[in-house]
């Protein structure tokens, strides 16, 4: 209430306002553009919905809100002149990439949905679960790698119990390239 209150204020009378906060959610709720500091030295300005989707670096997409990441490597694709990477046992194509370069790569949790709602579909073992009301929070073992993932009720599905598979799927376009 108080940070609408805030921005339609800053809005009405037209004037431009500095905030200084370490509080993310503040952050992106009250800003028009974000510069965002570590050890004193800017790391990233830019809109908080683009630096939150695409955050420069990995330390800004960590500050910016849970995040995932995973080292891989590019091997050619099953479409000629396409580089491919491995993301939780799915390959997924990443055009104009040199073949054998190690990339890190982020995904947020919210970014996950049950399988078939995105293009790429995986699975893994349920390792914990925890509803906090509006949302599900999980953590899935697929090989090695572990991901949290967040799931919405509002899917209408009963998410699977500690130690089953729980099957889901992401857009090749929530993939983060670091």
Known sequence: QTRRQLKELQQ??????????????EALSLSDRLAILFTGVIEAMGTPLGLYNSPPSETVGQFL????FFDCTSQPSENEGIRAIQVLGIS??????????KVRMGIRPEAFAPKGCHE????GTLEDIQFEGEVWRLTVRVGEETARM????SYGIDPPKPGEVWEFSFSGGSLVRF
């Open 12 to 25: 009405k009378i037209g004037m431009t306002t500095v905030y200084v906060t370490h509080d993310q959610s």
């Open 65 to 68: 809100g849970d995040m995932n």
């Open 92 to 101: 997924v194509d990443l055009p104009e990439m040199p073949s054998n370069q």
């Open 120 to 123: 790429y579909n995986g699975s």
């Open 150 to 153: 967040s799931l919405s009720p």
